[in-house]
């Protein structure tokens, strides 16, 4: 026995220090030769399930500790916790944690990290603003990039308010989070001014360690880099954000969920375009691992654009396959219908797209109004303007709104349906007299419904809208003219007693030169001005008359050809059938005149045959643009088309090649 205990105590020995040394691999043998001599030491099953942890043998590190739950008790609770977090158990961690009696602030940082992960964001600010003001450590720093990263989720999916907790940006990790919250918020500007800070900050930070290459620098600010690019897309610079996010893409960081998020920014670049880039994209959206790396809105958003994805390349049945499976998994996110109504639309199933649009909004009234639109879209597509004006009268949320009327008014005009148009008027005035009586919507409303209503001659139904306006602001000489304009059709009294208010002639005069006026820039009439000064028409001196200029007549202009030596044809001015030497067209010839020699020559007989050569027939003049060679010339009245070749595959005329030129030949080719 005293041998044994000597074994027992080197092993110790051995296994302290291994811990020391961090050759944890050697301290879990010793470990196992302690238990094996004695399976229930419980400080011996406390060390190998450290060792276990500080190798990542998570694993095996909590089946020890399920096995050994008898005689380790809540004396492993953080390590249990721990491994079952890094296993990606995170309900099962978070359980653990709530059932120890005692919450150490080990236990709490691991809690606010489960809390993370869960996305209780609320809960999980609490716990790290706790740990920051009760405990001072030399982990205080990673404790407030902590908080910070939680400050920037709450902007970000929550899109909560941001609060000034007094964090430093003495860091670019902190510095980099700030950034992100700023981003939920919508300042793109600062936010990419922060992401700079970063940037400086990680270069200086890194290269105070000699061991840190370019490429490790590079790697470090790729996310930095990532969230440069994203910004430059919300601002509408795609290619340079295209640029950025590719030079991530080469880097190949380990970090499997910025691989994730900068391929799926690509593939809402490229849209519709680049679809073969896109594919290749999509493969790193499925790394393992990527679940437990990215929030719930992210993984959302990059299965609706792998459905998309699936629509643009013509993959009807894996479209429809994942857009059903996110309907499944998001029962009432609008999406994934309206991409399975997109899918149809494509079909040209517009009636089938309608069909299931609306029965997800009588489904989901909360979601109706975006559905709704889309509804309003396809109808009209399909050219039934009324039950798209139908669709869009039934969204409460917008039916009163100015675009709303603007778009129903327009519609209902181009069937020639006035009075839908001014029910859609009456409805919303009302609304806004209920609700926003004298507001700036309220008066745009009424005076646009009565200068609608005068334009279509509807000027008895005007006159309440004029009246309300007049009343408003009774210096307005235009809308008092337009209610005297109205009366004069209903009450010509009422008109009159309406027009003592209309202001003076002489108040109304303007100080203005009228020449200056006509001769302004802009002026669509100008009045041509007398060579002499406007006056009395003075009495004519007898004989003195009236002189009249002389036009200058224009020379005839000859033809090309004329030869002025040559007698003109007296029955030019007749139509050629009705003239003496006319003899007809020829219909066809004989295949015994038509030459073999170069194209275009005829044999001698042509001069026979030349009908220019009778003394019946007119002298000649010699054709504009004609070309005389050495062989002899077709005749004026038979002359042989040039033979067309047929073209080449290219389009282009082939020429044929010449001849080699005979030995001992003294001419060309």
């Known amino acids: 026995m005293a041998s044994g205990g000597v074994a027992v105590a080197s092993l110790w020995t051995e296994v302290n220090r291994c811990g020391q040394n961090g050759d944890y691999t050697r301290a879990l043998k010793a470990l196992s030769k302690i238990l094996h001599e004695n399976r229930d030491d419980v400080t011996a099953l406390q060390c190998k399930i450290v060792c276990l942890v500080q190798n990542g043998s998570f694993k095996e590190a909590l089946n020890a500790m399920n096995t050994h739950s008898k005689w380790l008790g809540g004396e492993v609770v953080f390590e249990k916790a721990y491994c079952e977090y890094r296993l990606n158990r995170v309900e099962s961690a978070l359980k653990t944690i709530e059932s120890a009696p005692d919450q150490t602030d080990k236990l709490k940082e691991l809690y606010g990290q489960v809390l993370y992960r869960l996305e209780r964001y609320d809960e999980c600010r609490t716990v790290y603003t706790d740990l920051i003001r009760n405990s001072q450590d030399e982990y205080e720093e990673e404790r407030k990039t902590n908080l910070a990263a939680v400050v920037a989720a709450l902007s970000q999916w929550e899109k909560a308010p941001t609060e000034d907790l007094g964090l430093p940006e003495s860091t670019y990790e902190l510095c980099y989070n700030t950034a992100c919250a700023l981003i939920g918020q919508g300042q793109l500007t600062e936010a990419f001014n922060k992401l700079r800070q970063a940037e400086e900050l990680c270069r200086v930070s890194l290269a105070e360690d000699s061991d840190v290459t370019e490429e490790d620098i590079e790697s470090e600010l790729a ?29 190949k960081p380990s970090d499997v969920g910025l691989l994730a998020v900068t391929a799926n920014n690509i593939i809402t670049i490229n849209k519709d375009q680049n679809v073969f880039d896109s594919k290749k994209k999509v493969k790193l959206t499925n790394a393992e691992g990527v679940e437990h790396k990215l929030a719930k809105k992210q993984l959302q958003a ?32 609008p999406r994934p219908v309206l991409i399975q109504a997109a899918q149809l639309c494509r079909e040209k199933q517009h009636s089938k797209a309608v069909e299931l649009l609306q029965q997800f909004s009588e489904q989901n009234p909360e979601s109706a109004s975006g ?106 000489v235009h809308t008092l003219a337009q209610l005297i304009s109205a009366y004069s059709l209903v009450d010509t009294d009422k008109a009159k007693s309406l027009s003592k208010h209309l202001p003076s002639a002489d108040t109304m005069s303007f100080n203005l030169d009228v020449d200056e006026l006509e001769n302004s820039h802009g002026a669509t009439y100008v009045r041509k001005k007398a060579g002499k000064v406007v006056g009395e028409n003075l009495p004519k001196e007898p004989g003195q008359g009236e002189v009249k200029k002389k036009k200058k007549k224009k020379k005839g202009k000859l033809p090309k050809n004329y030869d002025p030596k040559a007698t003109p044809d007296p029955e030019r001015w007749l139509p050629m059938k009705e003239r003496s ?27 026979e045959l030349d009908a220019s050569k009778t003394p019946s027939s007119p002298p000649t003049s010699p054709r504009p643009g004609s070309v005389t060679s050495s062989s002899t010339a077709p005749s004026s009245g038979s002359v042989i088309p040039p033979r067309q070749q047929k073209p080449s595959s290219s389009g282009a005329t082939r020429k044929k090649a010449p001849q080699k030129k005979k030995k001992g030949s003294k001419g060309g080719w």
């Open 223 to 251: 996310v930095i880099h990532s969230q440069m690019a994203y910004i430059m897309q919300l601002e509408g610079r795609t290619d340079e954000a295209l640029q950025l996010y590719n030079q991530v893409i080469k880097l």
């Open 581 to 607: 030497y006319y003899r007809g067209k020829k219909k066809g010839k004989k295949k015994e005149q038509i030459g073999k020699g170069t194209q275009g020559a005829t044999t001698g007989a042509s001069a």
């Open 371 to 476: 559905i709704k639109l889309t509804m309003a879209q396809l109808y009209l597509v399909q050219g039934h303007v009324t039950k798209a004006c139908d669709v869009l009268r039934s969204i409460e949320e917008f039916k009163h709104k100015a675009g709303m009327v603007s778009a129903l008014v327009t519609m209902y005009s181009h069937e020639e349906d006035i009075d839908s148009a001014i029910d859609v008027f009456k409805q919303s005035i009302e609304y806004y007299q209920a609700e926003q009586p004298g507001s700036a919507a309220h008066l745009a409303l009424v005076r646009e419904a009565a200068n609608f209503k005068l334009k279509h001659g509807r000027k008895k139904e005007a006159i309440s809208d004029l009246e309300q306006l007049w009343k408003k602001n009774t210096n307005d």
């Open 302 to 333: 990059i299965e609706f654009n792998k459905a998309l994805l699936a629509m643009y390349t013509n993959q009807a049945d894996q479209c429809r396959k994942l857009a059903s499976s996110l309907q499944s998994q998001n029962p009432g996110h």
